[in-house]
């Protein structure tokens, strides 16, 4: 009999995953493994933890639920702290499995630990994480159009969302048993504590997904005006929220495209509900040019390769991190995202142009910090929105954008400056 093994990464969830699925069909039984990447727990170049108390709480319930929902099923998920590349090897001698299912990811790091297994182990990656299928795509990766809308109109002219896949009903996996998730404590952290001002009280896992989507689309119906509400920054339900569950493959952007479409064909189709398809083409857009640019995402010149001197000094920096500017709207939302590792879209868009273009500081710093602290970080998007906001990436326009008519027109009243700022802001 043969034995997969079933390797977990940002694909945590049993709905809609294709790696699953090939496991089960090819293979008689499977072994689910979930592998914490040391090179991911320790501190970057500017001292800041690559993955900070908010996001690795986060994703801790991910795998709490991913493990509750695999016993259900029959089988159960082996936990390992280290090297992928090392300790994958050693799983599949001990269990005798035959090869290595997984998804695919699209930037260095985690190339790398692909490349250096796919030299000692057969191993067969899925796309998991994109919308449109790269298979259905019209150009040749390397030819995608560089400017999203052009992108767009082509993907939303000549290609097809693939449907979800349901969920396997039971797993026949060898006999092993299944380790305990680990807690904050055991990598050092201490646990979070809500902020009761955060927008909601982010929980990980497949079954907060789902349940969010329910309230946001079917209890509530915001889908349907989420075009006007989406700028908001106060409050659970001025935006889908869905990012978190999305960047740790809670639930997939094809399980949300299949119910927005059902969502139109039940309650309404308007321009909010296309939105959210538009927002989740934005997510494909940078997936794409993660692929196509590949290391040059990360580089001080971004895609376009046009030199700046862009400083970095630690104290300008610090005050920025610690929402000290003397720029209300820049320090309330990084207060936010300080407090509750979650921060608006608006809110991202004005502390990046100012970090970059009013203090002049290296962008990949506040890359860097965004990533140490966001429950919903996605090396793709991050670096994407970043290089995009620095002027190097994908849009031709250099955008800057002015704070102080920003806080005008989408904070007008103070409410959410007075929020987060220990003063009342005066209007």
Known sequence: MSTALLWFR???????????????????????VYVFDEQWLVQDKYGFARTGSFRLQFLLESLQDLKSHLKELGSDLLI????????????????????????????DEELKVERALAKKIKLSSFHNSTLIHPDDVVFDIERMPEVFTA?????????????AIPSPTSIASVDFEGDQVPSLDDFGMELI??????????????????????????DTECLSTYKETRNGMIGADYSSKFSPWLANGCISARSIYQEVEKYEAEVEKNKS???????????????????RYGNRIFHAAGIKDQPRQWKYQPKVVRKWIEGETGDALVDA??????????????????????????????????????????IDYDVCNNYGNWIYAAGVGNDPRDRVFNTQRQAHMYDKDGAYRNLWLSKQVKM
Request: include cysteine.
């Open 151 to 163: 992108f767009r109109k082509k993907v939303e002219r000549y290609s097809k969302v693939r449907d």
């Open 10 to 32: 940002n694909d945590l969830r049993l709905t809609d995953n294709l790696a699953l699925q090939a496991a089960l069909t090819q293979c008689d039984n499977i072994l689910p």
């Open 333 to 374: 939302n990084m207060r936010e995202l300080k407090l509750t590792g979650f921060m608006s879209n608006r809110g991202r868009q004005n502390v990046a142009s100012y970090l970059v273009h009013r203090l002049k500081q290296d962008w990949r710093v506040g890359a860097a910090w965004f990533e140490s602290m966001l």
């Open 80 to 107: 390992r702290r280290g090297r992928p590349e090392q300790i994958i090897p050693a799983l599949m001698e001990e269990f005798e499995c035959s090869q290595v299912f997984c998804s695919k990811e699209y930037t």
């Open 193 to 218: 504590s809500n902020d009761e001002r955060g927008v909601l009280p982010f929980k990980g896992g497949a079954m907060e997904a789902w349940g969010r989507l329910d309230h946001y689309f079917w």
């Open 273 to 291: 509900t296309y939105w959210l398809k538009f927002e989740l083409l934005w997510r494909d857009f940078f997936r794409y040019t993660a692929m």
